[in-house]
Nanobody, 125 residues
Framework: QVQLVESGGGVVQAGDSLRLSCVAS????????MGWFRQAPGKEREFVGG???????YYRDSVKGRFTISRDSAKNTVYLQMNNLKPEDTATYYC???????????????????WGQGTQVTVSL
């Protein structure tokens, strides 16, 4: 059984930082590509960034230079470090696992088989 559990969301002010965590069980994250997505109220879920099994990363343009994805294999955990947060970053954030070993980063929701429950990030002015 594969489970992804996110944590670390909260209410912050613009310019603040947050680090989201995604703890995996049932899969070793080092063998799979992981993605972070977000969904704001009334909007579709969108790709934020991804981490390949080789630990390469890719981000959507609006978060480049502000967000960083990393992995701690010993903890089987993937992180999303978010700096200089903006109100438009407000959303529920989800981590997801692409269930193909040694996979590259995929941008589509359908490319990911397992999802966490989400953690809310709210950024106020």
């Amino acid at each position: 059984q594969v489970q992804l559990v996110e944590s670390g969301g909260g209410v912050v002010q613009a310019g603040d930082s947050l680090r989201l965590s995604c703890v995996a069980s049932g899969r070793t994250v080092g063998y799979y590509a992981m993605g972070w997505f977000r969904q704001a109220p009334g909007k579709e879920r969108e790709f934020v960034g991804g981490l390949s099994w080789r630990a390469t990363t890719y981000y959507r343009d609006s978060v480049k230079g502000r967000f960083t994805i990393s992995r701690d294999s010993a903890k089987n955990t993937v992180y999303l470090q978010m700096n200089n947060l903006k109100p438009e970053d407000t959303a529920t954030y989800y981590c997801a696992l692409n269930d193909r070993r040694f996979s590259t980063i995929e941008l589509g929701i359908s490319d990911y088989r397992y999802w966490g429950q989400g953690t809310q990030v709210t950024v106020s002015l």
